[in-house]
């Protein structure tokens, strides 16, 4: 692998663009929270796929799938930030946060399990938080039972678990997520299994647009929320987004009853609103990756070189 492109802010998100000997893109992230200093907390979000064959309606990464990458260029992603900004491998961060959730279904590589054993010992890491945000696909079934065993092996407390589902609708869902899935009662009862007493929460995400379906009754029906919370995150302006008119829930306040009403019934809720530069910026699911791409074969056609 190779770094070809780096662009953002230093204070808020850099997106890097690599490159394999065959030519195939991927991009990777680090990223702070300001106001809060990058000993604190500093977030590596990296791929584990080739573009992504789930399509998801609102990424960009989705299509033009091709393959999985290897452990060692999934490391890669983990290596450049933390060679560029600690050479000597000691990262002294509070809360080092590596999620496995930029393009790619996690689930599909089991590269990403050899990853996640080998990198507590690879670099000094007191704060290595690491992250695996998932669709649930259906038939990973060993995938999720090894990481479950490397969770309690190696990760206890210090481990995010994320099932990305959009919606209580799973007429919605299915749109959104155009593959098969593990139902609501397959993931509540993997979340049983994850959860001990005094470790982190199972996340239930939710990128919400403004025709989005999230019942508090049906997360109560199906999810502990004792075992689960619930994130709710603004579907970001992508290309795909624009494209199927999916527009974000966030332009107006109902967000907040809709919080009220999920609290309600017992749930702990994050509201995650990230930088709006970050939209600038590229940083949002593989917006980076597509324009990079659109100016390559610009390029090829004759055109002048495009900023990207």
């Given amino acids: 692998m190779k770094t070809v492109k780096c662009t953002g802010n230093e204070d808020i998100a850099l997106v890097y ?60 992603q983990i290596d450049v930030p933390i ?13 080092f946060k590596i999620q496995f959730a930029r393009m790619g279904e996690p689930a599909f590589n089991e590269n990403v399990l050899e990853v996640l054993r080998t990198l507590p010992a690879r670099y000094e890491l007191p704060g290595l938080m690491p992250s695996v945000s998932t669709i649930g696909p259906a038939g990973c079934r060993k995938f999720f039972g090894e990481l479950l065993d490397i969770k309690n092996t190696l990760y206890g407390n210090r481990f995010q678990m994320q099932f990305s589902i959009h919606s209580t609708d799973e007429g919605q869902r299915d749109w959104l997520i155009p593959v098969k899935k593990m139902s609501f009662s397959e993931i509540s009862k993997y979340g049983n299994e994850f959860f001990r007493r005094g470790e982190r929460k199972v996340t239930l995400n939710f ?21 689960f919370l619930v994130k709710i995150t603004p579907v970001n302006p992508t290309y795909s987004a624009g494209r199927n008119k999916i527009e974000t829930f966030f332009e107006d306040k109902r967000h907040d009853i809709l919080l009220e009403k999920i609290a309600e019934k017992g749930y702990d809720c994050i509201l995650s609103i990230g930088e709006l530069e970050e939209n600038q910026i590229g940083s949002n699911c593989g917006q980076f990756v597509k324009s990079h791409q659109d100016a390559v074969k610009k390029m090829e056609c004759g055109y002048n070189r495009v900023s990207v």
């Fill in 17 to 76: 663009i690599a490159e394999d000997e065959n030519g195939n893109y991927i991009e990777f992230v680090e990223s702070v929270q300001p106001p809060i200093p990058r000993e604190e907390k500093w977030v590596l979000i990296v791929s584990t796929l080739f573009g992504c064959p789930v399509a998801c309606k609102f990424c960009d990464a989705g299509g033009n799938y091709g393959g999985r990458l290897t452990a060692d260029q999934i490391m890669y």
């Fill in 83 to 95: 060679k560029k900004r600690y050479p000597d491998g000691k990262v002294p961060v509070n809360k």
């Fill in 207 to 227: 990128a919400l647009a403004k025709d989005s379906k999230l019942e508090p009754e049906v997360l109560a029906k199906y999810f502990d929320p004792d075992i």
